[in-house]
Nanobody, 119 residues
Framework: QVHLVESGGGVVQPGGSLRLSCAAS???????????MNWYRQAPGREREFVAA????????IYGDSVKGRFTISRDNTKDMMYLQMNSLKLEDTGVYYC?????????WGQGTQVTVSS
């Protein structure tokens, strides 16, 4: 079963940038390239929110309206890694960011990484 670990979170000022990483392991049955990958986030007291998704081969991506033009999702199937480049960060981008792997309608979540945007 795939295991996901996020990293790269931290504290940043408004307008700053962060790059999140999601490392996949436990890929004994299916390769990383067989999983559609997503980023979600959850702010305190709010429901989990879709951030971005990328296709299995990385040739297409979609974004939530609140992050379009500022965030970029990418993946490296040779390294079993997914990334989220976050630019022009805003206070409202604060939250726990989760990576999610989906295959055959079954999803797996990482433990999350905290992003705090604060002046």
């Amino acid at each position: 079963q795939v295991h996901l670990v996020e990293s790269g979170g931290g504290v940043v000022q408004p307008g700053g940038s962060l790059r999140l990483s999601c490392a996949a392991s436990g890929l004994t049955d299916f390769p990383f390239s067989s999983y559609a990958m997503n980023w979600y986030r959850q702010a305190p007291g709010r429901e989990r929110e879709f951030v971005a998704a990328i296709t299995r081969v990385g040739d297409n991506a979609i974004y939530g309206d609140s992050v379009k033009g500022r965030f970029t999702i990418s993946r490296d199937n040779t390294k079993d890694m997914m990334y989220l480049q976050m630019n022009s960060l805003k206070l409202e981008d604060t939250g726990v960011y989760y990576c999610n792997a989906v295959r055959a309608s079954r999803g797996t979540w990482g433990q999350g990484t905290q992003v705090t945007v604060s002046s």
